[in-house]
Every structure is written in C-alpha cells, then in structure tokens.
C-alpha cells in the first residue's frame, strides 16, 4: 500500500505563502506522475499543478500560474506546493495525489490519480 501524507497548510493573509509537502511512505513506489489538486466546499475537487518524473515536465490550472511553484524530489518521492501571492479564492482542501501509468499527457483529472493523501486545509483570509 502506498499512503501519502500532506502538511503546510494553515492560515495566511492575502498576498502570503505557504509551502506544501507531500511524502510517500509504504511500499515502493515509483510514481510517474505527482500533483496537487483543491476541493473548496461546495464545489468539485480541481486540478492545480502536476509534475511528470523523472523528466520533470509541469502543468499549472491558468489561476495559479506565476503564483504556485511545484516541484519534487525523486530521492525519496516527495512533492512540494509553493504557493505565493495567496488570494482567498485559494481556500480549499489540498490534495496530493500520485500515479504510476506512464502516458504522454499530464492527467489534469482526478480520476486517472490512484494515490490520495487525507489533505491539508489552506485558509486565505482576505
């Protein structure tokens, strides 16, 4: 079994940031795709940003571009979410999610992730 466990989160005014994390822990696993995905209450989980590894190739969603920075370390499968410029459309439920099947396109839905973390909530108060 794979888990993946989130942290970072918390509590920020507009226009700070904050540093997710994500680590791997279990079985080995050697994910071929890791990202971020949101789910702010009331609304859909979304996609926003993702990275193909090793080649390291990135997706952002258009809202967050220039602000949130993803990156990995393929050391030890961890995923980082720096998250700069906060705006409070930004509060939501931050999910890390992973995949093992290899394809030519960054998954942007959810449903072609197999590995969830429990999420980590981030509050942007404006």
């Known amino acids: 079994q794979v888990q993946l466990v989130e942290s970072g989160g918390g509590l920020v005014q507009t226009g700070g940031s904050l540093r997710l994390s994500c680590a791997t822990s279990?079985?080995?696993?050697?994910?071929?795709?890791m990202g971020w995905f949101r789910q702010a209450p009331g609304k859909e989980r979304e996609f926003v940003a993702a990275?193909?590894?090793?080649?390291?190739?990135?997706q952002y969603t258009d809202s967050v571009k220039g602000r949130f920075t993803i990156s990995g370390d393929d050391a030890d499968n961890t995923l980082y979410l720096q998250m700069n410029r906060l705006k409070p459309e930004d509060t939501a439920v931050y999910y890390c999610?992973?995949?093992?099947?290899?394809?030519?396109?960054?998954?942007?839905?959810?449903?072609?992730?197999?590995?969830w973390g429990q999420g980590t909530q981030v509050t942007v108060s404006s």
């Open positions: 990275i193909k590894r090793p080649i390291g190739s990135v």
């Open positions: 279990g079985r080995p696993f050697s994910p071929y795709f």
């Open positions: 999610a992973a995949d093992g099947t290899r394809s030519a396109v960054i998954p942007t839905n959810s449903q072609r992730y197999e590995y």
